[in-house]
């Protein structure tokens, strides 16, 4: 771990901070559409689109389907993921990871890793022993999952876009925690 790893912080928000933190998190997933990232968004969306995700995720938190992190450095919170809580009375095992993003200033720290390690622990609490999520097929954080020891279920072809409109494929993984 490197000086600049060791400065961060991973916090999970409560609704209040959740709504608090709308405008970092704003920033960090317009950034990432802005570079290229094939996050649910276009290249033609706009700060509104992104407040209102945001402010959705909050209400999620508030119900408490949704679990938010964010990662914290001294510039104030550069990542953030989510775990959703499955809500259906047949998978109450299951989980999914969704919107793992690391501002481009400040990846390849750790940062990417230490959100996942976090979630992945958070989800042990919680009794949720299956993890799920998926990812565009080109994309760093394919790698990053391979890494930190999901299995590949496969990749689905022409899945979604990317924000230039490009077509994807979107990769998806599982993680057993049993
Ligand atoms: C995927 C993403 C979250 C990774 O975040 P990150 O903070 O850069 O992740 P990490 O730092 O843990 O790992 C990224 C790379 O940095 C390297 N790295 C980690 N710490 C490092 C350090 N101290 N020095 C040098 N390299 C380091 C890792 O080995 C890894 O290398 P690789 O990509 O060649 O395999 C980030 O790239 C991102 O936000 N992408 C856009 C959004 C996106 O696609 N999210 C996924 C949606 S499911």
Redesign the pocket.
């Known amino acids: 771990m ?1 000086a600049t ?1 060791l400065a961060i912080s991973i916090e999970t928000l409560d609704a209040n901070e959740a709504e608090a933190a709308v405008p970092a998190l704003v920033e960090i997933l317009r950034d ?1 559409v802005a ?1 290229g ?1 094939s ?1 649910g968004f276009m290249s033609w969306n706009t700060a509104a689109d992104y407040e209102r995700f945001w402010r959705d995720v909050a209400a999620g938190v508030a119900g408490g389907q949704v679990i938010l992190l964010a990662a914290r450095n001294e510039d104030g919170i550069v ?1 953030t993921a989510q775990l959703h809580l499955i809500g259906k009375s047949n998978q109450p095992h299951r989980a999914e990871i969704a ?4 501002h481009s200033r ?8 230490a959100l996942m390690q976090r979630a992945e622990a958070i989800a042990r609490e919680q009794g949720r022993d299956l993890l799920v ?1 998926d ?2 097929e080109h ?3 394919r ?2 999952y391979n ?1 930190l020891g999901w299995t590949e279920a496969g990749t689905i072809p022409r899945y979604a876009l990317m924000p230039d409109g490009a077509e994807c494929g979107s990769t998806f993984f599982y993680k057993s925690l049993v």
Not at 99 to 102: E, F, G, P, S, T
Not at 106 to 113: C, L
């Open positions: 490197n790893s990432s570079d990232a996050v990542g919107k793992v993003l690391v400040a990846r390849r720290q750790g940062i990417g890793e999520l990812t565009d994309g760093a954080a790698r990053l890494r």
